[in-house]
Every structure is written in C-alpha cells, then in structure tokens.
C-alpha cells in the first residue's frame, strides 16, 4: 500500500523559511512525479510545485517561483519544498502527491496524481 507522508509543517513568522519533506512508502517512484499542492482555509485546493523523478524537471506556481523549490532528496528518498521568504498567505494545508503516469513535464493537475498525504499544517503570522 502506498503511503505519502508530509512533514515539517508549522507555526512561522513572516519572512521565515521553512522545508516540507514528502516521504513515500509502499512503493518506489522512478518514474512519474512528485508535486505539492495546497488548501488555504475557505479557498480552493491549487498547485504549488511538482517534480518529474525520471528527470528532474519541475514546475513552480508562478506566484511562488521567486520564493519556493521542489527538489528530490536521494538519500532520504524524500521530495522537499523549499520555502523562503514566507508570507500570511501562504497559510494552507500542505499536501503531497504521487503518480507513476510519466509527462514530459510534470503536470499541475491534481487529477493527475494517484496518491495523496494526509497533509502538514503551514501557518505563517505576520
């Protein structure tokens, strides 16, 4: 059974960095992608970062770009969210999620993706 499991979440202050790992079990992902996606109280679920395993392509929200980073993680077989520069609005409910599905870039549809996390809290303050 394949798990996703996000950690790293938190209470920060503006201006404050911080690094979401995603960690899978159950199963190894060589190939498809990886993404992140996010769900801020009252709005709806949008994507945020995703990542091709086979290649290591990413693609970042346009809002985001100057301020977070996807990368994947070998030896703790993990795939992080870089977070710098954090702002009230970033408050969300961070999930993680999974497909085998192979793109020539990942995709940020959260229709594409087969698995998800249970998700970590991020709360920034300002």
């Known amino acids: 059974q394949v798990q996703l499991v996000e950690s790293g979440g938190g209470l920060v202050q503006a201006g404050d960095s911080l690094r979401l790992s995603c960690a899978t079990s159950?199963?190894?992902?060589?190939?498809?992608?990886i993404g992140w996606f996010r769900q801020a109280p009252g709005k709806d679920q949008e994507f945020v970062a995703s990542i091709n395993l086979s290649d290591g392509r990413i693609a970042i929200m346009d809002s985001v770009l100057d301020r977070f980073t996807i990368s994947r993680d070998n030896a703790k077989n993990t795939v992080d969210l870089q977070m710098s520069n954090v702002k009230p609005e970033d408050t969300a409910v961070y999930y993680c999620?999974?497909?085998?599905?192979?793109?020539?870039?990942?995709?940020?549809?959260?229709?594409?993706?087969?698995?998800w996390g249970q998700g970590t809290q991020v709360t920034v303050s300002s």
């Open positions: 159950g199963r190894t992902f060589e190939s498809g992608a």
């Open positions: 999620a999974a497909t085998s599905k192979v793109a020539v870039s990942p995709l940020p549809y959260a229709s594409w993706y087969d698995y």
